[in-house]
């Protein structure tokens, strides 16, 4: 079955970098979606992405979806701590004539040095 | 705006208790879903409604029932608890599922269950 690939599993950044995660498949999606989880709550949705080539923006997170629809970026600029958290990367696939199939990432734990 | 309710925040069981897990929605959602998170292994999909009337499996089923009582409400039951199924759960729902819906899923904040 599809699979998304999210690496490395942790990442530890300094307060006010930028940082970039990225998301693989080898399989291809139709939209791609970014979601955080701060401890103790459920995934919230950052940002959407339903056109390949797609670059959006949400505040200072910026996404892309891939030409080739089997990868997603998403850069996060001048990092602050509440940036800490889990970042899930989701894409679905649509079926023609049947149920869209949605597949997550494993997460990667952002961690914020002030 | 609520958005998606999961209750009970926590719960612990013993193995073999029964539990059912409660989930609404207020945003007029048409799919609603039950997700298992444990460490290392991501959101796995447990079951999902597309639609009032209607629930099929995902991928770790075994050993949970569901119920869509009506389009805001979907619950999770585990008949006969087992440790393996100690895990947050989270309850989403998204405006579509099916045919050709591409909707992101919105989650409630989780329960977290311990079985002892």
């Known amino acids: 079955g599809q699979q998304l690939n999210q690496s490395p599993q942790s990442m530890f950044i300094q307060e006010g970098e930028d940082v970039s995660m990225n998301c693989t498949s080898s399989?291809?999606?139709?939209?791609w979606l970014w979601y955080k989880q701060d401890p103790g709550e459920g995934p919230v949705l950052l940002i959407a992405?339903?056109?390949?080539?797609e670059l959006t923006s949400n505040g200072r997170l910026t996404a892309q979806f891939g030409i080739t629809r089997k990868d997603s970026f998403l850069n996060i600029s001048a990092s602050i701590p509440s940036d800490v958290g889990i970042y899930f990367c989701a894409g679905i696939l649509q079926y023609t004539g049947a149920n869209s199939k949605l597949t997550f990432g494993k997460g990667i734990t952002l961690s914020v040095r002030p | 705006n609520a958005g998606v309710t999961q209750t009970p925040k926590f719960q612990v069981l013993k193995t073999g208790q029964s539990m059912t897990l409660q989930c609404a929605q207020d945003m007029n959602h048409n799919s609603m879903y039950w997700y298992r998170q444990d460490p290392g292994m991501g959101l796995r999909l447990i079951y999902y409604?597309?639609?009032?009337?209607t629930t099929d499996k995902g991928e770790v089923p075994n050993g949970y029932n569901v119920s869509r009582l009506n389009k805001r409400e979907f619950s999770l039951r585990l008949e006969s608890a087992a440790p393996s199924q100690t895990s947050v759960y989270f309850c989403?729902?998204?405006?579509?599922w099916g045919r050709g819906s591409n909707q992101p899923q919105h989650f409630g904040d989780g329960t977290r269950l311990s079985i002892l």
């Open positions: 992405l339903y056109k390949a080539g």
């Open positions: 399989s291809i999606f139709n939209t």
């Open positions: 989403a729902s998204s405006s579509g």
């Open positions: 409604s597309a639609s009032e009337g």
